[in-house]
T-cell receptor, first 111, second 114 residues
Framework: LAKTTQPISMDSYEGQEVNITCSHN???????ITWYQQFPSQGPRFIIQ???TKVTNEVASLFIPADRKSSTLSLPRVSLSDTAVYYC????????????FGKGTKLSVIP | NAGVTQTPKFQVLKTGQSMTLQCAQD?????MYWYRQDPGMGLRLIYY???????DKGEVPNGYNVSRLNKREFSLRLESAAPSQTSVYFC?????????????FGSGTQLSVL
């Protein structure tokens, strides 16, 4: 399984765009990059997933360069409700049952 | 659509007591997981079940047992609780697509062992 590395914490003001970068130097050919969001006292929630280039949904964008050794989660115009821990995982499909979450990145949005 | 349901939400045990955490999913997923999360830490995998009738150890299985009762239900049992098992426990199921996997989590069980 690919090991991922993320910043432990980030601070941002409301209304700003936030970019959280994840490093996954030993990512495998079949691995997808998946990001989860966790609010206090709740289970993680799927945000976005991608394999290469750019993926966008109603919540975030995910940028993956051609070498796929890193990825960037972009949250546009954050609000206080985006304060959460964000986890980056690199995993393949069926059979990647040992999904391991690191400590993630604690994002604090400041008014 | 309930998703993944865990019971109970809170539990306090004395050292040596036993209990079972229940988990059920209504999304017809094959794979189910039990994680624990300690304060300020990420999630660590305790046990998982790739399909009905199979279970395997994760990263931290000691002190726990699991049962995959049917496709919907996956329970976690603490036979003799210890203070080190004080944690928040999350159950999850996964949707496996052609080349990727997506986890769905329950709301967690906060367990304190005194």
């Amino acid at each position: 399984l690919a090991k991922t590395t993320q910043p432990i914490s980030m601070d941002s003001y409301e209304g700003q765009e936030v970019n959280i970068t994840c490093s996954h130097n030993n990512i495998a050919t079949n691995d997808y990059i998946t990001w989860y969001q966790q609010f206090p006292s709740q289970g993680p929630r799927f945000i976005i997933q991608g394999y290469k280039t750019k993926v966008t949904n109603e919540v975030a964008s995910l940028f993956i360069p051609a070498d796929r050794k890193s990825s960037t989660l972009s949250l546009p115009r954050v609000s206080l409700s985006d304060t959460a821990v964000y986890y980056c995982l690199a995993n393949s499909g069926a059979g990647s049952y040992q999904l391991t979450f690191g400590k993630g990145t604690k994002l604090s949005v400041i008014p | 659509n309930a998703g993944v349901t865990q019971t109970p939400k809170f539990q306090v045990l004395k050292t040596g007591q036993s209990m079972t955490l229940q988990c059920a999913q209504d999304m017809n997923h094959n794979s189910m997981y039990w994680y624990r999360q300690d304060p300020g830490m990420g999630l660590r995998l305790i046990y998982y079940s790739a399909s009905e009738g199979t279970t395997d150890k994760g990263e931290v299985p000691n002190g726990y047992n699991v049962s995959r009762l049917n496709k919907r239900e996956f329970s976690l049992r603490l036979e003799s609780a210890a203070p080190s098992q004080t944690s928040v426990y999350f159950c999850a199921s996964s949707e496996v697509l052609a080349r990727s996997e997506k986890l769905f989590f329950g709301s967690g069980t906060q367990l304190s062992v005194l």
